[in-house]
């Protein structure tokens, strides 16, 4: 059951930090060393969201270990370059960021929707940093439509991926920040909460990046780059004995019940936690939960 509106708060408990990466900037949390100084947090977000949506989750891992949370390139208050931001831009950006803030030691990557496909890119190219893996409606490769979504979620997003279509509805309509996004939590975003999500994107100019990720989702081969980084990243996440907590909802959208039951099975290491009513934003949901759970997996890697 998705808690209740009173259980969550909206108020931002941050402030953040700003730091130069490449030609631009990004926003981040960092709350700072703790007495496990040895192992950092690293909280990565998707579309169209920020490191707001950590906002009532870090609290119950921040005392215990260092929590960074950056604002991927182009959203919530990082810097917006002349960029394409396909994958591999976002990639090259959080990589710089990366090195920037948190250049060495062992690290925990809690990540969804896309911030899933960057985090394990970058784990599986820094194997020997990852202590552990917590995952939520995490973006893997989708063999067929089929497999991406029910028959509503791949009309919608065949349209989105439609260069007329697609820029009409998430620039110009800006449906994604103001239709998708609310749509993907079951409980309703206060006011205050939908303002902060869209504050990010005012302009056409500045919704670029939210009409690019969906285009960039690898969907029976294609783009063909994502897709060869997906497959790789997957194989490893399948191989691996990586400590590994994921987190699934019903209905839910990239892991349904039915996909959580088969990592359950194939995931090596892993603990899977039933979160109930949840669609795609599960932050939002159950961000209380959510906590609580990373906080006893964090602790059982320190042990």
Known sequence: MASTNTSISSSYPFTQKQVPVLDSHIA?????????????????????????IWRNIIPH???????????LIGMGKSGKPDIAYRFVDH??????????????GPVVIVAQDWGSALGLHWAFR???????????????PFLTWDDAGGVQAQEVFKRFRDAVAGRKLIIDDNVFVKVLLPGG??????????????????TAASREPVWRW?????????PKDVWDIAIQYHVWLLETATPKL??????????????ASEYAKKLKNVTMIDLGEGRHYLQEDHPHEIGVRLDEFIRRLLD
């Open 214 to 222: 969906p285009n960039e989702i690898p969907i029976e081969s294609h």
């Open 126 to 140: 820094h194997q020997d940093r990852i202590a552990g893996l917590a995952l939520m409606e995490f973006i893997r």
């Open 185 to 202: 939590v079951i409980r309703r975003l206060t006011g205050e909460e939908q303002e902060y999500y869209e504050a990010p994107f005012p």
């Open 28 to 52: 981040y949390i960092d709350t700072g060393a703790t007495r496990n100084a040895s192992l950092t947090a690293i909280f990565l977000h998707g579309n169209p969201t920020s490191s707001y």
């Open 91 to 104: 990639f090259r950006y959080l990589d710089a960021f990366l090195d920037a803030v948190v250049s060495n």
């Open 246 to 259: 994921v987190f699934w909802a019903t209905p839910g959208a990239f892991i349904k019940p039915e996909k």
């Open 61 to 71: 891992v921040g005392p215990i270990v260092r929590c960074i949370a950056p604002d």
